[in-house]
């Protein structure tokens, strides 16, 4: 098998479990994304949070109203630049993003351990760090 052809079959396969853990998803692609930004990152303004997710900050403004209404993030004045204000995640979307990642990977070990044997389970937590090397 070429490299080519692993790369289409693990591509596929990626993908595949990306759309089964994503059915029982708390969370909203576009909320999952914001907090996850505000979570790996921290604080960040309204427009370096669009750049990251590659929209026009215009395209951000409802979701973050909404975010902020459920309070899931804040929002403060930059004491750098008075003229920006800052989002953070709140303890309570700390707390959604926990609990959402909780839930996705207790259904995925819940299926390793209803379908691979030990040995299986080993050589994905292997392939695990080799993805997370892929991607560094």
């Known amino acids: 098998m070429s490299t080519l052809d692993t790369a289409t079959q693990l591509r596929r396969s990626v993908t595949r479990l ?26 960040m303004t309204p427009g370096a949070l669009a750049q990251e997710e590659g929209v026009q900050p215009q395209s951000l403004t409802r979701l973050l109203a909404d975010i902020e209404a459920e309070g899931l993030a804040s929002r403060r004045r930059d004491e750098r630049d008075g003229r920006q204000s800052l989002l953070e995640l709140t303890e ?45």
């Open 18 to 43: 990306m759309r089964r853990m994503r059915r029982d998803r708390n969370l909203g692609p576009g909320r999952l994304s914001v907090l996850g930004h505000l979570f790996r990152t921290g604080s």
């Open 92 to 136: 309570t979307g700390h707390a959604l993003l926990a609990e959402d990642g909780a839930a996705r990977s207790a259904w995925l070990a819940e299926a390793m351990d209803a379908k691979l044997s030990p040995t299986e389970q080993e050589l994905l937590r292997l392939a695990a760090q080799l993805i997370d090397r892929l991607t560094e």
